[in-house]
């Protein structure tokens, strides 16, 4: 991918409504391009030819109803803490590890941090990494492993 091409991205990002654009060449090169240094939430974006996107994460922020606060968090204590619904970025069948004898990427009480890889959706036959956007503790998962998953569906509550 050439410098013309990663300024023609920039400038997509610049004149959209979205904070961060990440694409996957398809011969495994990875660009990120952010509009803010930590995003805290990202508008998905629909792919196109000229915009080969693999993974666009809609984070969204929720208030802890009282099955969240029932649990031991934080936030059910009275601490500062916020809940982040984890969205999925596209329609798949959702993996929680690499392969079935493998350990999960990630369990409940976990702490993440941004490009640590949290599952796999499996789309077409291509198994796509979904990594986090932000810091925090992963509260609960949201999805059974190899439960059929839909766009915008909630995977995870992060608490940040």
């Keep these: 991918m050439g410098v013309d091409k990663i300024r023609e991205y ?6 959209s ?3 961060e654009l990440e694409i996957t ?3 495994g090169k990875r660009i990120r391009i952010r509009k803010t240094a930590k995003a805290q939430a990202v508008s998905p974006v629909a792919a196109s030819d000229s915009l080969p996107l693999s993974q666009v994460t809609a984070l969204k922020s929720i208030q802890p109803d009282d099955s ?5 968090s934080p936030a059910a204590a009275g601490d500062n ?3 982040l619904e984890f969205k999925a970025p596209i329609v798949g069948t959702f993996y929680r590890a690499p392969s079935p004898d493998a350990e999960p990427y990630i369990k409940e009480g976990d ?3 941004p490009g640590k890889v949290l599952c796999i959706i499996e789309a077409m036959k291509l198994m796509n990494e979904i990594e986090a ?4 503790r ?6 059974e492993n190899g439960q059929p998953v839909e766009y915008n569906q909630p995977l995870f509550l992060i608490e940040v």
């Design 111 to 113: 702490q993440v941090s």
């Design 10 to 15: 920039i400038k997509i990002v610049e004149a």
């Design 133 to 136: 956007e932000v810091d925090g």
């Design 138 to 143: 992963i509260a609960k998962i949201l999805v």
């Design 81 to 83: 803490r916020k809940m």
């Design 68 to 72: 969240i606060a029932s649990e031991k």
């Design 17 to 19: 409504g979205i904070d």
């Design 25 to 27: 060449t398809w011969w």
